[in-house]
C-alpha cells in the first residue's frame, strides 16, 4: 500500500488539474500505453517507452530464472557480486541491494582509482554483471575490458564470470554472445530511468540476494490504485502537485529519504532527466535529512517531499508531501507521477535531447579531435579553470552568479566516490553559505542522472567542477586512451557544453587530490 499527505497552497487549481485528469482518464490511458498524452511530437518516442507499467507481471518469468543462476553461482563459490553500469542501470540495483541489506559492489566510474580497487577486490570470488541499454556506454564497455583483462591474467574464462544485461540487437548483446557470455535481453519499449523492474533492475539485485519477487509483488499490488481515473489515486495527485507547482515557478524538489536507502538518488535522475529540457523542469535536490539545509530552512520554489514519513512538512512555498510505501510500490508511484507532471508541464518525459552533447564533447577530446582549454591560474596546488587568480576569489566569483531568486548551485566531483565520500558534505556547507538549493553529484555517474537538466532544463544554474590527479592511471584494454584520460575529457567536455548553453562554470582540478580536499573545506566554508 501507499501512503501519501499532500500540503497544497492552491487547492482550487489542484482540484482543476485532478478533475481535468480523471475526465481526460489520464491514468489509465498511461496503463494502456497510450503514446498521444503528452502531444503529438512526444508520440514517436513515447509509443517505444510505456512497457514499463506492464513490468509487474511482465518479469515475473525472470524471478525463477535469476534465481536459478544466483544458485549456480554460490555452489561455484562466487558470491561476491559487482554490478558494471550507468544511470538507470546502476542506481535501482544499488537502493533496491541497499533496502534488502545485501552487498553489492556498484563500479559507475571512469576514474582510475575507484576501478583499479574494484578489479582487484576479491576476484576469485567475483562475478560481474554488465549493464547497459544501448551496448555502448563507454564507461561500462571500460569497465567490462578491465574485467576481462583481469579475469584472463588470472587464467579465469571471463565467460564463466561475465553475466551481461543489454537491449536485444545492441552492440553488446552481439559482441557478449560471440563471447560465450550469459546474455539477459530486458525490454527494448521501457527508458533507462523507467528501468528499475526489468532485467537492468532484477538481475544484479536477484543475483547479490535481494527478495525480487517481493519487489515485483509490491508494484502489482499497487498498480491498481496507480492507474485507477479516481481522485485518491495517488500518482495522479503527487504528479499533479509536481505540476501545479512548476507553473507557478516552483520547480526545485527538495527530497529527504527518512530510509536512508538512497531512493532519492534512484528519484533524482527519474525527475531530472525526465523533465529537463525544453527550459524548463524540476531539479531534484537529494539531502540526508529533514534538518538538512534546503529542507530546513526551505527555499520559497521548492517542493520539499520526505519518504518515509506519515505528515508533510512544513514548506515556505506551501507545496510538500510525505510517503510511506514499500520500494516496488514506491517505485512505480514516481514513475507514473513524473510522466503526469510532464505532461502538465508540457514536456515529453521519454526523450533526453542534452545528454549526448556532453558525450560527444568528450569523445571528441578524447580522439584528438579538440583542445582542452589551458588553466587560468594556479593556486596552492589547485588549477583554476574559470575568473580569478585564487582558489577563494574564482569561488566567490562563481557564487556571486547565483540568482537569489531562482538559482542553484551544482557541484560535480569527479573523484574516487568510495576512498572521498565524506566529502559529500560540502553540500550542507555550500547550501548553508549561498542560502539557494545545492546539488551534489560524483562523475561521471551524474552525467547520466542530472546532467540532461543542466543543460536543457530552467537555465538558472551555476556549476562547481572538482577534479583532481589519480594516484596512479590504468590503461583501458584494447582502447589507446586511459581511464584518466578518459574522465578528464569528460569533465572538460561537460563544461564546454555548459559554457555553451551560457551557462557558468569553474573547474578546480586538484594536483594532490588530500590535499585539495582540505583547501576547499575551508574555502567553501567561508563567508560569503
Not at 576479491?122 to 554483471?129: G, I, K, M, P, S
Request: glycine content about 10%; aromatic content about 6%.
Amino acid at each position: 500500500m501507499i501512503a501519501l499527505a499532500l500540503s497544497i497552497p492552491d487547492q482550487n487549481q489542484f482540484d482543476t488539474l485532478l478533475r481535468d485528469a480523471i475526465e481526460k482518464r489520464v491514468a489509465s490511458r498511461i496503463e494502456n500505453q497510450d503514446p498521444t498524452l503528452w502531444g503529438p511530437e512526444a508520440v514517436s518516442e513515447a509509443k517505444i517507452r510505456l512497457s514499463w507499467t506492464q513490468l509487474a507481471t511482465a518479469s515475473r518469468p525472470l524471478v525463477a530464472e535469476i534465481a536459478e543462476l544466483r544458485s549456480q553461482l554460490t555452489a561455484r563459490g562466487l558470491d561476491h557480486v559487482v554490478l558494471c553500469g550507468m544511470g538507470g542501470s546502476s542506481l535501482a540495483p544499488e537502493v533496491i541491494c541497499d533496502q534488502a541489506g545485501v552487498p553489492l559492489t556498484v563500479l559507475d566510474s571512469s576514474q582510475p582509482d575507484m576501478v583499479r580497487a574494484a578489479v582487484t577486490d576479491r576476484l576469485e570470488r567475483t562475478v560481474v554483471v554488465v549493464s547497459s541499454k544501448s551496448g555502448g556506454t563507454v564507461e561500462t564497455d571500460s569497465q567490462r575490458r578491465a574485467y576481462e583483462q583481469a579475469f584472463t591474467d588470472a587464467g579465469i574464462d571471463p565467460a564463466e564470470r561475465i553475466i551481461v544485461v543489454t537491449d536485444p540487437g545492441s552492440p553488446l548483446d552481439e559482441e557478449a554472445s560471440s563471447a560465450g557470455y550469459r546474455v539477459f535481453r530486458a525490454d527494448p519499449h521501457v527508458g533507462g530511468r523507467y528501468s528499475a523492474l526489468t532485467a537492468f533492475g532484477l538481475v544484479p539485485s536477484g543475483l547479490a540476494g535481494a527478495d525480487i519477487g517481493a519487489l515485483l509483488d509490491s508494484a502489482d499490488t499497487a498498480s491498481a490504485a496507480l492507474f485507477a481515473d479516481k481522485t485518491d489515486n495517488p500518482a495522479l495527485r503527487l504528479g499533479i502537485l509536481m505540476g501545479a507547482a512548476n507553473q507557478h515557478r516552483v520547480d526545485k524538489l527538495v527530497i529527504a529519504d527518512q530510509t536512508r536507502h538512497g531512493v532519492g538518488n534512484w528519484i533524482e535522475q527519474l525527475v531530472a532527466e525526465s523533465t529537463g529540457k525544453e527550459g524548463l523542469g524540476i531539479l531534484p535536490v537529494v539531502v540526508p535529512f529533514e534538518n538538512a539545509v534546503n529542507f530546513n530552512p526551505s527555499s520559497a520554489d521548492s517542493i520539499l517531499v520526505s519518504i518515509g514519513s506519515d505528515s508533510p512538512p512544513e514548506a515556505q512555498s506551501g507545496y510538500s508531501a510525505a510517503i510511506e510505501a514499500e520500494l516496488g510500490a514506491q517505485m512505480l508511484l514516481w514513475e507514473t507521477a513524473v510522466v503526469i507532471a510532464g505532461r502538465i508541464i508540457g514536456i515529453d518525459p521519454f526523450d533526453q535531447p542534452d545528454v549526448e552533447s556532453a558525450k560527444a564533447a568528450a569523445r571528441e577530446l578524447l580522439s584528438g579531435g579538440g583542445e582542452e582549454p589551458a588553466a587560468d591560474a594556479t593556486d596552492d596546488g589547485i588549477d583554476i579553470f574559470g575568473t580569478g587568480s585564487t582558489v577563494d576569489g574564482a569561488v566567490r566569483a562563481l557564487l556571486e552568479q547565483i540568482d537569489l531568486e531562482h538559482g542553484y548551485l551544482s557541484v560535480q566531483v569527479y573523484l574516487d566516490r568510495v576512498t572521498h565520500a565524506d566529502f559529500a558534505g560540502v553540500r550542507e556547507t555550500l547550501a548553508e553559505r549561498v542560502g539557494r538549493p545545492v546539488t551534489f553529484g560524483w562523475a561521471p555517474r551524474f552525467l547520466h542522472s542530472t546532467g540532461q537538466y543542466h543543460k536543457g532544463g530552467t537555465p538558472n544554474g551555476v556549476f562547481l567542477q572538482i577534479t583532481g590527479e589519480p594516484v596512479e592511471d590504468l590503461a583501458v584494454p584494447g582502447r589507446d586512451f586511459t581511464f584518466g584520460s578518459f574522465i578528464d575529457s569528460q569533465a572538460a567536455g561537460d563544461a564546454e557544453v555548459l559554457r555553451e548553453h551560457g551557462r557558468p562554470v569553474l573547474r578546480l582540478h586538484l594536483h594532490d587530490v588530500p590535499q585539495g580536499l582540505e583547501t576547499l573545506r575551508d574555502v567553501l566554508g567561508r563567508d560569503r
